[in-house]
């Protein structure tokens, strides 16, 4: 079913489709660009959108600036990558890249003017490994643009800062102790899923997207499925006074990456006091009903947590890096913890997490016998 003259038609698949013209090569050939909702009053906002803030009007090859670039890249990857990640992009690319770069001509771009973007950004006090992420992005899009045959990578070198290992943040014994003492005498679901956190290592957004439905109390496992996070709102456009949508919202979506997608053990203990608190299979386990949690309303929950157990403050993520910490001592297997924790490969959790401290170095001097 389409809406002729607008270009916009319903999909098989349920969607609406949107096609307008997203440039036009030099002998005058259309390139056209597509939108999708599950509306067409979505779809169509958003193709009028596109039109009016000229996201995909036609630039000169010869003169086309970063910014320009930038915008064309994010149509060709917006369908092809979790919302999520395409938000991240989008807001690394406002924030950081395109205010630096967007209005210079691609055959200006340099070794030595991303060097200077480099040097700067760590200057204002981003991390590393943030400023790497940054470098990557902007390579991909110099590469698509070289493949659009706008420019020349030749000559152009990206070096990426380099990443030392930082020392993890990781919760005091003492403290630990304390804090599992105060969660244990609480029948509340968030001090379970604290507990979920301290016992499986389970990531905060996890924690958040854990339904019902996902813990097996037969086979006493958990199943990570979903993770929840706020995003920036896409359809949020900054000069325009009509549009009440908000900056941000919530995002339910499938873990970070494959191997994020598993399936953890519980210990029996935990098993039995969730087994008491368990509602409907489709109600979220913080809440006890269909809305979930957002991290951020877990991370102020657990200050107020340490508050009262006069715990220094730490970040909730700590938690995870305890239990892995934790496990490497006590003997885990790098394959075993890798799974667990929902890492691509064991090399990963290698790299992280298995680092002797100097307990561990002394206890195996005092073993040297000749």
């Known amino acids: 079913m389409a809406r002729r003259g607008e270009n916009i038609r319903k999909r098989s698949d349920g969607r609406w489709e949107a096609r307008y013209e997203k440039t036009r090569k030099p002998d005058g050939t259309i390139q056209y660009g597509y939108l999708y909702a599950k509306t067409y009053e979505e779809v169509k906002r958003k193709k009028v959108l596109a039109l009016q803030h ?45 205010p630096w770069f967007k209005k210079h001509p691609l055959n200006q771009i340099s070794t030595e003017f991303i060097q200077k973007f480099t040097y700067e950004k760590t200057e204002a006090g981003l991390s590393p490994r943030t400023v790497k992420s940054l470098l990557i992005l902007l390579q991909n899009i110099l590469r698509y643009g070289e493949q659009m045959g706008y420019l020349s990578m030749r000559g152009i070198q990206i070096r990426y800062p380099k990443i030392t290992n930082q020392t993890l943040n990781i919760i005091a014994e003492n403290h630990l102790q304390k804090l599992i003492s105060t969660l244990s005498i609480s029948d509340e679901p968030f001090a379970s899923g604290i507990l979920l956190c301290i016992y499986t290592g389970i990531r905060v957004g996890e924690l958040c997207g854990l339904q019902w439905q996902d813990l097996n109390f037969n086979q006493g496992i958990i199943s990570i499925r979903r993770t929840v996070s706020r995003i920036k709102n896409l359809n949020y456009i900054d000069d325009d006074i009509s549009n009440k949508l908000p900056k ?5 979506s499938t873990p970070k990456s494959l191997s994020s997608i598993r399936d953890i053990p519980i210990p029996d203990f935990l098993l039995e006091r969730l087994e008491k608190q368990r509602t409907c299979s489709g109600d979220f386990m913080l809440t006890g009903c269909e809305q979930c949690m957002e991290p951020r309303g877990v991370q102020r929950k657990f200050q107020a947590l340490l508050q009262e157990c006069e715990i220094p403050k730490i970040n909730i993520h700590s938690l995870r890096h305890t239990f892995a910490t934790r496990c490497t001592e006590i003997g885990f297997d790098s394959k075993t913890l890798s799974e667990i924790l929902g890492h691509s490969s064991p090399k990963i959790t290698m790299d992280i997490y298995v680092h002797s401290n100097m307990n561990q170095k002394r206890n195996f001097m005092n073993h040297l016998y000749y």
């Open 54 to 98: 000229s996201f995909f009007n036609y630039v000169p090859e010869e003169s086309i600036t970063f910014g320009a670039l930038c915008q064309e890249w994010k149509a060709t990857v917006r369908c092809s990558i979790k919302e999520s990640s395409y938000a991240c992009y989008d807001t690394l690319l406002d924030t950081h890249i395109i």
């Open 248 to 252: 941000t919202r919530i995002n339910i």
